[in-house]
């Protein structure tokens, strides 16, 4: 997709890849090899045409100062920042020669490679690793696992999203925990468009966020305690009889009967010997446990009832015995949220139908959030407010559908943690990172680089600038930006109102210094290491095979049509729910060892009822902003100007307890670390949460970084149907004022 225009100007068509996960569709005006503008492309659907004010700043990426040129060696300590300029040659050879050993001594799963891309360059770090028979890093759990496990046991599928968004005309939209005026634009459009044919809009946020300020209703929340509020709003909801009977009988596991010793469902085999797997439930009509899909049968929802000597319940019964101990009075007592708030919020749910819940990822990164988004799943689906569509595509998935034949080791990325400094499960010996800024987006910076870092043997980082990860590396290669390399840009999923389209990123302009895209890195490696040929590719040849994963969203499309433009992802052919039972499951009986098969409320790890809150009473954000992406244009001026510094957002209540005014120096610090910064005092966030939003680097800090509070506690429930996710919202603080020396 080029032309050439008279006064020599070339424009070509990519895509922003710049981490947010939209994909907004750029147009690169290209004079003499440079750069000279960007502007949004033109969509097949013109709602799409869009642009924010860091895609318009990716062009300020390209050719920042500060851009790594060349690639480095460290000469000093590690972290100490004396490095030699040497030939690319020299890098792969060391690379090549220290990953061979490291792997001679402690086996082959010991080298990591850490990567969140979300292209081809995902695929072309998968597959290395795969080669080296290595391990690669799971980087989902550095802050958005815990909804994917929620979604996994409400649906089987990572993203749930496309359940709760997807109607033409909500009456009722809630924003739960969910920033879209900064994080989605698609989402923050769809939800203004929905409002003008009629919707309410409901905003519920520690923080009275821009999406907040667009909102009918704002309602605050104490931070980590939403699955409270959705239980207290399902038992009103049950109280007032408001509940879609049918839905619940036909689409979730509601009817299936539960036997009470043993808490799995009532198999047909249980109660008639080498009879089927088939669930069972209570036929009214028969007055007897029959198969869920034996004709005539009329299931009941609750009651309990006897089959043979097995007392059972419908798993609906067992519900609502969670939300009767949750009347509103009690839900407020948790959440904070007033009794008649929860009221009105429930009955609106129930009556303002369809109701598209766009629940974000600020409420799942406590360390109970899978619970919550399972309660606001099943507050959903008893309402019958679920849309059974087939989830979206994610590179991801397409690469894994491929590597069925490459056998890499996947370990999440918390679990990384325990292998690197305990040699648990196995030991992580040299690592290497790619487009992901470890020690400023992974939780406990402090642990990772004091306590991490030292047990590896080796560290190769791979990205544009020297930030606090290539700070510790041995080795730091100069990356491209997207507008130096080609790629394909895959739909992610989860993205509300997102462009359901494959795109190509088109390379539109060469590689500037001694820069290089990390699938050539790769392929020059895999030479010095004898890795065979499969990196032997161009970028189209890398494109055309993750076309041709198999993968169910991909069908029939091809990197010709793509060349013509963005082309519709395929969303037939995927079954509704992915659950074992095949539907909406809120009552999970892999959960059962650790007693959340129902989604029940549990109080935040750090919270102000939490013993920890005498020393460190308020509860700490680290929230996203509009002026990054995440750690992304913290270093662009045209960004800068507008968001200068980091700073404390609190409310005048605990400010004014701190002798703390707007503008005055701050340190906030818990027994991880400390961060000093100034405060922003104003009474957009309530009282006992603060915020800082995430991506600042450590030197735009006074003293530590936000990263430094945080902690990676493992949650186990999480493990059992996905992955452990950094509780990164689930923190304790204390603020003290700077007293000026
Ligand atoms: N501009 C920009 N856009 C981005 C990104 C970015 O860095 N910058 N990052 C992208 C990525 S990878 C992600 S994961 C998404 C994140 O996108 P969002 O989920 O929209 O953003 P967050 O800031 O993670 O959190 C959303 C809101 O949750 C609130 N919140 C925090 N704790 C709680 C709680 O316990 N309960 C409730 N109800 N609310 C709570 C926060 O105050 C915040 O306003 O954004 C994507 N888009
Ligand atoms: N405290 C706190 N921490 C958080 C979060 C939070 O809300 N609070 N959010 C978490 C979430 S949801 C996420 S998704 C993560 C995101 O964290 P990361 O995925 O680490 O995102 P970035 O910080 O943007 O780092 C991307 C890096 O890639 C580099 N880069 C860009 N293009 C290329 C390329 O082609 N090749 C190479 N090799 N490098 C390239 C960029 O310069 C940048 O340094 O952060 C998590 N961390
Ligand atoms: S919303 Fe995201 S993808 Fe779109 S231009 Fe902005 S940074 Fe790029
Ligand atoms: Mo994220």
Not at 121 to 142: H, K, N, P, R, W
Not at 273 to 285: G, I, L, N, R
Not at 548 to 558: F, L, N, Q, V
Request: negative net charge; hydrophobic residues 40%.
């Amino acid at each position: 997709m080029e032309s050439t225009r008279k006064n020599d100007e070339k424009l070509v068509r990519t895509v922003c890849h710049t981490g947010c996960g939209m994909g907004c569709a750029l147009l690169a005006h290209v004079k003499d090899g440079v750069l000279t503008k960007i502007e949004p492309a033109d969509f097949p659907e013109p709602k799409y045409r869009h642009i924010c004010a860091r895609g318009l700043a990716s062009m300020k990426l390209v050719y920042h100062p500060d851009r790594l040129k060349y690639p480095l060696k460290r000469v000093g300590e590690r972290g100490e920042g004396k490095w030699q300029r040497i030939s690319w040659d020299e890098a792969l050879e060391t690379i090549a020669t220290r990953l061979k050993e490291t792997r001679e001594r402690y086996g082959s799963r010991s080298l990591m490679w850490a990567t969140s891309g979300t292209g081809g360059l995902d695929m072309a770090y998968i597959s290395f690793a795969g080669c080296c028979e290595g391990t690669f890093a799971s980087l989902v759990g550095f802050g958005d696992a815990a909804g994917p496990c929620g979604d996994t046991a409400s649906f089987g599928a990572l993203w749930g999203e496309g359940y709760l968004v997807n109607f033409e005309k909500p009456g009722l939209c809630v924003l739960w925990g969910s920033n879209p005026a900064e994080t989605q634009p698609f989402g923050i459009r769809m939800i203004r468009d929905a409002r003008e044919r009629g919707a309410r809009v409901v905003a519920i946020d520690p923080r009275f966020t821009a999406s907040a300020a667009k909102a009918d209703e704002y309602i605050p929340i104490r931070p980590g305690t939403d699955a409270a509020l959705a239980l207290g709003m399902i038992h009103v909801i049950l109280e007032q009889d408001l509940h879609d009977r049918s839905f619940i009988i036909d689409n979730t596991v509601g009817p299936f009967l539960v036997n009470s010793q043993t808490g799995l469902f009532l198999r047909e085999r249980d109660v008639v010997p080498s009879s089927s797997e088939k669930y069972m439930v209570w036929d009214t009509a028969a007055d007897e446990a029959r198969p869920y899909d034996a004709p005539g049968v009329v299931p009941a929802l609750t009651g309990v009832y006897r089959v043979g000597s097995v007392e059972c319940r419908p798993s609906f019964q067992l519900l609502v015995d969670l939300a009767a101990r949750y009347p509103p009075e009690k839900a407020s007592e948790v959440t904070e949220v007033p009794p008649d708030t929860i009221r009105s919020l429930a009955l609106d749910y129930a009556q303002r139908r369809p109701v598209a819940c766009y629940r974000g990822m600020g409420m799942q990164r406590t360390f109970h959030g899978d619970l919550a988004f399972r309660a606001i799943n099943t507050l959903a689906a008893i309402t019958g407010n679920l849309q059974p569509v087939a989830p979206g595509a994610f590179v991801y998935e397409l690469v894994l559908n491929l590597h069925g034949v490459i056998s890499c080791n996947f370990l999440p990325i918390l679990k990384a943690y325990d292998a690197i400094a305990k040699g648990n499960p196995y030991p992580i010996k040299a690592l290497w990172i790619a487009k992901h800024n470890m020690v400023n987006q992974l939780p406990d910076a402090s642990l990772v680089t004091r306590e991490l870092f030292p047990n590896l043997e080796f560290i190769v980082v791979a990205d544009l600038f020297m930030n606090a990860s290539a700070q510790y590396a041995d080795i730091v290669l100069p990356a491209c930006t997207f507008f130096e390399q080609s790629d394909l840009l895959a739909p992610t999923i989860g993205v509300p109102g997102g462009p359901n389209y494959f795109q190509l990123q088109n390379k539109a302009i060469e590689p500037l210094y001694d820069c290089k895209p990390d699938p050539e890195i790769l392929k020059e490696l895999a030479r010095k290491m004898g890795l065979g040929d499969y990196f032997e590719k161009s970028a189209e040849e890398f494109i055309e095979l993750l076309l041709s994963s198999g993968y169910p969203a991909e069908a029939g499309i091809t990197l010709e049509k793509l060349k013509q433009g963005p082309v519709a992802a395929e969303r037939s052919n995927v079954p509704a729910f992915l659950t074992p039972s095949g539907r909406m499951e809120f009552y999970c009986e892999s959960l059962l060892e650790v007693g959340q098969e129902l989604p029940c409320y549990l109080e935040p790890l750090e919270s102000a009822r939490t013993p920890l809150a005498q020393r460190y009473p308020l509860t700490f954000l680290s929230t996203h902003t509009r002026y990054r992406t995440h750690s992304t244009f913290a270093n662009v001026t045209w960004l800068t100007d507008l968001d200068p510094e980091p700073v404390l957002e609190i409310n005048p209540v605990d400010a004014e307890a701190r002798g703390t005014k707007d503008g005055d120096l701050v340190c906030a610090f818990n027994d991880r670390g400390r961060m000093r910064l100034k405060a922003k005092v104003h009474q957009g966030i309530r009282p006992g949460t603060v915020n800082a939003n995430q991506g600042w680097w450590p030197e735009h800090f006074l003293e530590g970084s936000h990263q430094d509070l945080t902690h990676g506690v493992i949650n186990p429930a999480q493990e059992l149907v996905y992955e452990p996710n950094s509780a990164l919202y689930d923190v304790l603080v204390e603020v003290e004022k700077v007293r000026e020396e």
